[in-house]
């Protein structure tokens, strides 16, 4: 029996990229996937090219396995009520929904407009929530009757919000939110059978062409395919006891990330005048934050 067989999947922004890979990854192990993308391109314009996602499609059932096309926006509420009923109605019922879909429109925040945050915001924030919410009302509905679902919610975060990546204000902020909304979402729907857990990928997309010249073995560890490996693992039911967590994959490796944490703390005071001497003393005993080059912040 194959790692997934039986178990239906979305994969949104399944066409290209990291997420074409997942879709492929999945249908491999014999999962059935509904491949969701939008089409365009990575700035988020353009929304009329399904082919990506056909083609994804058609490679699927080239190989014997099961698959359709959903074209709809993740970030539209209606749509991503659709995209669940569509695979419910379609194959029967859902188990893996991967957030996944996502667009870059960097800028310092000084340069940036209203536009590039909100849309980007809205692609990566609302895009997690809005399919999230729908399947979890099905694995609800499902609990509720007495098929108690051993599902999977698999977000996409970034090293961008993890490590704070300059130029990205609009994107960290959207990514930091689903780090966090992977956490509450982990918690609440525990009790119906759902984990949820997030990866900050990195690979070589059309999303970070052209970033650096990477060396063959370097381009090699930055293979979606790595991603998908493990996408595949975290989406059968071995990994059932899993979630809330953060993963960050690659070739290189799987890192758990290790989330904000109580540091030194002082005592608090109504009076501003005597509170310089008691935060500076507990800044020189509290970690730097993750992967900022010490002497790079203010602290004294
Ligand atoms: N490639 C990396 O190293 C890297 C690093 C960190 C995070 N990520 C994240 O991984 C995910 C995939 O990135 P990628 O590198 O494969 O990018 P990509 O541009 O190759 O693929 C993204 C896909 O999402 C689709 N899409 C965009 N907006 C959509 C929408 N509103 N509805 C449906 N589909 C939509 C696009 O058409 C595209 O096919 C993104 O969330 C990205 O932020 C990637």
């Not at 353009?46 to 083609?55: I, R, Y």
């Not at 509450?184 to 052209?210: D, H, K, S, W």
């Not at 005071?269 to 001497?277: A, I, N, Q, T, W």
């Not at 934050?289 to 203010?298: D, F, K, S, V």
Request: charged share 20%; hydrophobic share 40%; aromatic share 8%.
């Amino acid at each position: 029996m194959s790692f997934l067989e039986g178990r239906v999947a979305i994969v949104t922004g399944g066409g290209r990229g990291v997420g074409r890979t997942y879709a492929l990854k999945l249908a491999e192990h014999g999962a059935k996937v509904v491949v969701n993308d939008l089409g365009g391109d990575a700035a988020g314009g353009g929304s009329d090219d399904l082919t990506p996602a056909q083609e994804v499609v058609n490679e699927i059932k080239a190989m014997g396995g099961e698959a359709v096309v959903n074209g709809g926006d993740v970030s539209s509420w209606d749509n991503a009520r659709e995209m669940v009923a569509q695979a419910v109605e379609t194959f029967g019922r859902l188990d893996i929904l991967i957030n996944n879909a996502g667009i870059l429109r960097d800028r310092m925040l000084v340069n940036m407009t209203e536009e590039e945050w909100d849309i980007v915001v809205k692609v990566h924030l609302k895009g997690t929530f809005a399919p999230t919410h729908h399947a979890a009302n099905y694995w609800r509905t499902e609990s509720k009757a007495g098929r108690q679902p051993d599902a999977r919610v698999i977000n996409t975060t970034s090293h961008s919000a993890l490590f704070a990546n300059i130029g990205q204000a609009n994107y960290a902020a959207a990514k930091g939110g689903i780090a966090s909304f992977s956490q509450v979402a982990a918690r609440e729907l525990q009790r119906i059978g759902v984990t949820v857990n997030a990866i900050a990928p990195r690979a070589e997309t059309r999303m970070t062409a052209g970033l650096r010249e990477w060396t063959p073995e370097q381009l090699e560890r930055r293979d979606p395919e790595w991603i998908a490996g493990f996408v595949a693992w975290l989406a059968s039911a071995e990994a059932s006891h899993v979630s809330g967590r953060v993963f960050e994959v690659w070739g290189y490796g799987i890192t758990v990330a290790e989330s904000w944490q109580h540091g030194p703390s002082c005592e608090a005071s109504k009076d501003p005048s005597v509170l310089g001497e008691r935060v500076s003393k507990i800044l020189k005993f509290a970690r730097g934050n993750a992967g900022i080059n010490p002497g790079e912040w203010l602290d004294p």
